[in-house]
């Protein structure tokens, strides 16, 4: 591609080993932005070297750089994907559909943070004409390789809007989040609360250290193998449950301590001297991140303390603006999390079929807006 005076290329890695950590982390991570940690190189590399991500699991990196000379000035995670597993976007109609008619959906290209169901940056640039580029390029390499499909999960709106210049279509979700409104305390926060809501919160907190529980904040050097041991059982406890094979390995946990300890927050519920449970959550810019959650003894509201209000109370501590609790949940909203829209763009190669999955989309926005205004009445929150 030319401007006249340099030309872009762009070309595909299928390791993060095959680019610099400096350079990508400057795309992803400028330094007059808030810091996204899933997009950095050492979480994202940190899956590739930990055997979590890997083309055995379904999961080929692909990434797509955007180079003009020898400098870096796009980049975007991008994965064949050989299933529709540990996405959060769920396309497996779309899939079954396609295949029903003849079609070969699998394999697909996916620009996603693996297993992450976090909105980010997913088109690295520094600015709108780069992040076009990039978007432009993926789609033909999806046409070049023939793919059934290009998937930009959970990407920024201003990056939504990119795809709808490129005539990408535009899917929204949902997800539940916490906003600091300048809050001293949680204390403060429940002063904001309806009264028999508040009343609730309280209850339900009160009920913790009644059951003999004590709650740790653990962060950067501190954590130690102990913690990842005992929290390695939670994870997989969780995953068995939920996925009946937990996505990450035990190695990524190590790999992320040792590299990004600083960005992690562990908040473990201890009893008569033994973790019983725990939560990971990754500190951004401006955002706490809850991210995996599990326990080897059932207490009442046990989840929701370690989960929901240990993060509200560290976000507010920390002046953090934002807690994002992960996907699904409607029992948030109880708990003071907010419903918020989520955004994905979307290629498929096939006309007919792309014009099916067009008119379903558009009846999907159509509800999913009016959920996310329905579920704004049910907030705990006073009116007015």
Request: hydrophobic share 40%.
């Given at each position: 591609?030319?401007?006249?005076?340099?030309?872009?290329?762009?070309?595909?890695i299928?390791?993060?080993?095959e680019?610099?950590?400096?350079?990508?982390?400057?795309?992803?991570?400028?330094?007059?932005c808030?810091?996204?940690?899933?997009?950095?190189?050492?979480?994202?590399?940190?899956l590739?070297?930990?055997?979590?991500v890997?083309?055995?699991?379904?999961?080929?990196?692909?990434?797509?750089?955007?180079?003009?000379?020898?400098?870096?000035?796009g980049a975007?995670?991008?994965y064949?994907k050989?299933?529709?597993?540990?996405?959060?976007?769920?396309?497996y109609?779309?899939?079954?559909?396609?295949?029903?008619?003849?079609?070969?959906?699998y394999?697909?290209?996916?620009s996603?943070?693996?297993?992450?169901?976090?909105?980010?940056?997913?088109?690295?640039?520094?600015?709108?004409?780069?992040?076009?580029?990039?978007?432009?390029?993926?789609?033909?390499?999806?046409?070049?390789?023939?793919?059934?499909s290009?998937?930009?999960?959970?990407l920024q709106?201003?990056?939504?809007?990119?795809?709808?210049?490129?005539g990408?279509l535009?899917?929204?979700?949902?997800q539940?989040?916490?906003?600091?409104h300048?809050?001293?305390?949680?204390?403060?926060?429940l002063?904001?609360?309806a009264?028999?809501?508040?009343?609730?919160?309280?209850?339900?907190?009160?009920?913790?250290?009644?059951e003999?529980?004590?709650?740790?904040w653990i962060?950067?050097?501190?954590?130690?193998?102990?913690?990842?041991?005992?929290?390695?059982?939670?994870?997989?406890?969780t995953?068995?449950?939920?996925?009946?094979?937990?996505?990450?390995?035990?190695t990524?946990?190590?790999?992320?301590?040792?590299r990004m300890?600083?960005?992690?927050?562990?908040?473990m519920?201890?009893?008569?001297?033994?973790?019983?449970?725990g939560?990971?959550?990754m500190?951004?810019?401006?955002t706490?991140?809850?991210?995996y959650w599990?326990?080897?003894?059932?207490?009442p509201?046990?989840?929701f303390?370690?989960?929901?209000?240990?993060?509200?109370?560290?976000?507010?501590?920390?002046g953090l603006?934002r807690?994002?609790?992960?996907?699904?949940?409607?029992?948030?909203?109880?708990?003071?999390y907010?419903?918020?829209?989520?955004?994905?763009?979307?290629w498929?190669?096939?006309?007919?079929?792309?014009?099916?999955?067009a008119?379903?989309?558009?009846?999907e926005?159509?509800?999913?807006e009016?959920?996310?205004?329905i579920?704004?009445?049910?907030?705990?929150y006073?009116?007015?």
């Amino acid at each position: 591609m030319a401007d006249g005076s340099s030309t872009l290329a762009a070309r595909t890695i299928s390791s993060l080993d095959e680019i610099d950590r400096e350079a990508w982390d400057a795309l992803a991570n400028p330094a007059d932005c808030p810091y996204h940690p899933f997009v950095s190189w050492d979480f994202l590399h940190a899956l590739e070297a930990s055997g979590s991500v890997r083309p055995e699991t379904g999961w080929q990196p692909f990434h797509l750089l955007l180079e003009e000379g020898d400098a870096l000035i796009g980049a975007m995670p991008l994965y064949v994907k050989g299933h529709s597993q540990g996405e959060y976007v769920f396309d497996y109609a779309w899939a079954d559909a396609y295949e029903r008619a003849g079609g070969k959906y699998y394999p697909k290209l996916l620009s996603a943070v693996p297993f992450t169901p976090v909105p980010g940056p997913r088109l690295l640039a520094r600015d709108d004409g780069a992040r076009l580029q990039l978007a432009g390029a993926a789609t033909q390499i999806a046409e070049k390789f023939a793919f059934s499909s290009l998937h930009i999960n959970f990407l920024q709106p201003e990056e939504a809007r990119i795809g709808d210049a490129l005539g990408l279509l535009r899917r929204s979700g949902q997800q539940y989040h916490f906003t600091n409104h300048g809050y001293d305390s949680f204390d403060d926060f429940l002063g904001e609360l309806a009264s028999r809501k508040r009343k609730n919160l309280r209850k339900e907190r009160e009920k913790i250290p009644a059951e003999g529980v004590e709650i740790e904040w653990i962060t950067g050097s501190d954590i130690t193998e102990e913690h990842l041991d005992a929290f390695w059982i939670f994870y997989q406890d969780t995953g068995a449950r939920k996925w009946g094979t937990p996505y990450l390995t035990r190695t990524f946990f190590r790999l992320l301590i040792e590299r990004m300890a600083d960005k992690v927050l562990l908040v473990m519920a201890k009893r008569d001297g033994q973790y019983i449970a725990g939560a990971l959550n990754m500190i951004g810019g401006d955002t706490l991140y809850g991210r995996y959650w599990g326990c080897t003894e059932h207490v009442p509201f046990l989840h929701f303390e370690v989960c929901y209000y240990q993060a509200i109370d560290y976000a507010i501590a920390n002046g953090l603006t934002r807690v994002e609790a992960g996907a699904q949940g409607e029992h948030k909203i109880a708990r003071g999390y907010e419903p918020v829209e989520t955004h994905s763009a979307h290629w498929i190669r096939d006309d007919n079929f792309r014009t099916a999955i067009a008119r379903y989309l558009e009846d999907e926005r159509a509800h999913n807006e009016a959920d996310i205004d329905i579920l704004k009445h049910y907030t705990p929150y006073r009116k007015g």
